[in-house]
């Protein structure tokens, strides 16, 4: 029998509040009917950071406003839905607790199963969304919160193959870009002034790049990084426009080389489990970077395997890929009720050792 399923998506794990309606026939490509954002970039701007007390309060206020808009757009109502899925964690945990006390609300009044969804498993389970590609696959998440190279074998079957033992490539280019005093978030500003450098001029680190694991490591080149600022300075007695252009350039093109190295490791590890259609997936905003997404690019096409980068809308926070990732678990059978709790760490491979310092900052994870 066709079964066709409806589910309302709500995310509020970070800094944005989401919802949306996705729809599914069997296995025919997914629909998105809405796709609701509120962004709170302004109410954080001043405090150099997310301050969570303040995304939460934004996530309770925003919440049913965003559902209603996501029903709205998708013309259809509460009672139209299969499920209502919610991002548990991980997050900060006061934005977490307000989706999922949300989400309670709902499924109490309109008697809908309730399922949580881990938001990495969002992220990790997009390029399905997009795509429709078959497990398994390799997925790189890249963000200003994470880093990891994921197997994905099922909607909830995950093997990590290693990830940032620090900070994540996101939060590397947004301190470059604050040392430098070019403007937030930093990628985009970043890999603009790197277009006119020279990649070649300063020596920057490959970090971890000696170790046979597929481990990563960011934090030193920032610290790199202030050294060469600190030594042009003291040489020119300031930034010249060029000095700038060569700094982002060197900085890119450590993070584009290590990123690569790293990648051509995972794919190894990947491919010796001959996988049908290999596939290699990108998402995070930081895939939104030209320069890492072709190197990636050609390190999965050398390797044999078809590289796929979902739209930049559905690589950062959304909540399409939560009612997605619901979905999924939803046609697996998973259902969880009243007991539903709000989880700041939960690692999508629980099998993996947690990695030392691994997502640190967490907050957009
Ligand atoms: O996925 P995202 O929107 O939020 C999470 O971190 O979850 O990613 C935001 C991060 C920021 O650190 C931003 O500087 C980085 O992605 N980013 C980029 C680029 N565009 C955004 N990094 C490098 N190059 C870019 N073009
Ligand atoms: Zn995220």
């Avoid at 997310?50 to 709205?72: F, G, N, S």
């Amino acid at each position: 029998m066709v079964q066709t399923l409806t589910v309302l998506g709500l995310e509020s794990s970070c800094d944005d509040t989401a919802a949306a309606v996705v729809r599914q026939t069997d296995f025919e490509p997914a629909e998105i009917l809405s796709s609701i954002v509120h962004g709170q970039t302004e109410l954080h701007s001043a405090f150099g950071g997310v301050v969570p007390e303040i995304a939460a309060r934004a996530h309770t206020e925003k919440l049913d406003i965003c559902v209603k808009q996501a029903l709205d757009t998708a013309g259809l109502s509460l009672r139209d839905m299969d499920a209502i899925a919610v991002t548990a964690g991980p997050g900060l945990i006061g934005g977490v607790m307000s989706g999922v006390m949300c989400a309670k609300g709902l499924s109490a009044a309109s008697g809908l199963p309730l399922i949580g969804v881990n938001h990495l498993a969002g992220h990790a389970l997009t390029p399905r969304l997009t795509d429709k590609i078959a497990f398994p696959y390799l997925m790189l998440l890249v963000s200003g919160g994470h880093c990891q190279y994921l197997i994905a074998s099922g909607p909830e079957e995950f093997t990590r193959l290693g990830g940032t033992i620090d900070d994540a490539p996101g939060e590397a280019f947004d301190k470059t870009a604050r040392l430098l005093g070019l403007p937030q978030p930093g990628g985009p500003s970043v890999e603009a002034e790197a277009r006119a450098g020279n990649p070649n001029r300063f020596h920057f680190p490959r970090p971890l790049l000696d170790r046979p694991c597929c481990d990563l490591s960011f934090s030193g080149l920032k610290t790199a990084l202030l050294r060469l600022r600190d030594l042009v300075v003291l040489e020119r007695g300031g930034l010249m426009r060029s000095d700038r252009a060569d700094l982002c350039a060197g900085f890119q093109q450590a993070v584009v080389e290590t990123l690569s190295e790293k990648t051509r490791r995972a794919i190894a590890l990947y491919m010796a489990e001959s996988p049908p259609e290999p596939v290699i997936a990108v998402a995070g905003g930081v895939a939104a970077n030209l320069a890492i997404r072709a190197r990636l690019e050609t390190v999965a096409v050398e390797a044999g395997a078809k590289f796929i980068a979902p739209p930049l809308s559905l690589c950062t926070d959304n909540a399409a890929m939560i009612a997605f990732a619901g979905l999924e678990r939803f046609r697996l059978g998973a259902r969880d009720g009243m007991e539903l709790s709000a989880r700041p760490r939960w690692p999508l491979d629980q099998n993996s050792p947690s990695i030392l310092g691994g997502g640190k900052k967490g907050a957009k994870a």
